[in-house]
């Protein structure tokens, strides 16, 4: 069924002949330190597992809608609609980072496409789920955290953000200004676009306090643009340095306040 109401006819047009659908992934920091790797190093293979079975079931998924409620009227015009998944269409140097390997039942799933179509024509998008990751104190989508506590600003006030399982996992995070490099964060964006059918807005962070005279040289960020385009990457988006505003620093952090004393569900706006 659909819910929607549309202000234009076109958008309406536009929406039913496709229905396209964004789904993305939040909370990807906390993953990775719960399952003891880091941005820095990441354990690729697990990563592309993970990647794997979250694509699969949503292609699945909207396949089986298909068969029960009917395809979207563009599934031919799709890859879907021709039994083509993106983990055929992705670029092969990412086989460098990580062998390829399916562990679902793809064969099936393809030939069920072919047969019966699509219900939407496109179904993921990684965003930075700012509003998503405050509600549900997770960390922004699949963006390392700057710091433990992040001061988030909105219309309803100022909100300091603690990241999940800080008590535990404190030494097991990936700090985004820790890290001396972008090119950890880079792969596991690759392993992900391997399985993901529109392309993910991939941002670049540099620290100048790792550089000599706190200047990023001009080499190391050409040598990562092109690192990212040879692995597949459709877009790069922002190109972050490193400022200090909306952050608090770990050490203040245990000089005015206790980790012991954090309790990552007092604020209203953090609890569903």
């Known amino acids: ?150 001061i988030k600003q909105s219309k309803d006030g100022v909100l300091k953000q603690v990241v999940p399982g800080i008590h535990k996992l404190k030494k097991k995070y990936d700090l985004l200004w820790d890290q001396k490099s972008p090119e950890g964060y880079l792969k596991i964006m690759a392993v992900l676009q391997k399985y993901i059918d529109q392309g993910i807005s991939v941002n670049t962070s540099y620290n100048p306090q790792h550089f000599e005279d706190e200047k990023i040289p001009m080499s190391t960020m050409i040598q990562h643009l092109l690192m990212f385009y040879k692995y597949g990457g459709k877009q790069l988006y922002y190109f972050n340095t490193y400022d200090g505003q909306g952050e608090i620093d770990i050490n203040k952090l245990n000089e005015d306040l206790p980790l012991e004393d954090i309790d990552e569900g007092e604020c209203e706006s953090c609890v569903i």
């Open 1 to 150: 069924m659909s819910y929607q109401h549309y202000p234009v006819l076109a958008a309406e047009i536009s929406t039913n002949l496709r229905r396209p659908l964004g789904i993305g992934i939040i909370n990807l920091a906390y993953w990775l330190a719960k399952n003891n790797t880091t941005y820095q190093n990441p354990d690729l293979e697990l990563i592309d597992e993970y990647a794997e079975a979250w694509s699969y079931y949503l292609i699945k998924a909207s396949n089986d809608l298909a068969i029960e409620q009917g395809i979207c009227p563009g599934s031919i015009e799709t890859k879907y609609g021709k039994g083509i998944t993106p983990n055929q269409t992705y670029k092969k140097d990412v086989d460098e980072l990580v062998p390829h390997v399916e562990r679902m039942d793809w064969e099936s799933l393809r030939k069920s496409l072919k047969e019966h179509g699509i219900r939407n024509s496109t179904l993921m998008a990684l965003m930075p789920a700012e509003t998503s990751a405050q509600i549900s104190n997770a960390t922004n989508g699949i963006e390392p955290p700057r710091s433990f506590v992040s």
